[in-house]
């Protein structure tokens, strides 16, 4: 199966595993929706998705439990997913949650897909 996942949204940690099955590099942005911090950034993160040649995954986790599995402890982070693996994360900073300019180089930062 080779279709792009695009920017699914997702809110239980099977339907992650899957998605990261489904592809082999992804990018997940980890969130949740009481958070006012990822209120602000969610726009951002979706305008850096539209039209890429990329796969992301927008986890919303309110209740703070599918992000354990990754270490995630601040809402929000964002992962790089290789083959299922963690290989990249950029945390959010209390208080301040993220910035655009950090997202645009996290994103740049990551290894495109190879050839379909």
Not at 13 to 26: G, H, I, R, Y
Not at 44 to 68: P, Y
Request: hydrophobic share 35%.
């Amino acid at each position: 199966m080779s279709e792009k996942i695009q920017c699914a949204q997702l809110s239980n940690e099977q339907d992650v595993a899957s998605a990261l099955k489904l592809q082999d590099k992804v990018i997940a942005l980890f969130y949740a929706s009481w958070c006012p911090y990822c209120s602000r950034f969610l726009p951002v993160f979706k305008k850096h998705t539209e039209g890429k040649e990329r796969n992301f995954l927008l986890v919303q986790d309110d209740k703070e439990t599918i992000g354990e599995k990754y270490s995630v402890g601040i809402f929000p982070t964002v992962l790089f997913f290789e083959n299922g693996n963690l290989t990249k994360r950029l945390d959010g900073i209390a208080g301040a949650g993220l910035q655009e300019k950090q997202l645009i180089e996290f994103i740049n930062s990551c290894p495109l897909s190879g050839p379909e």
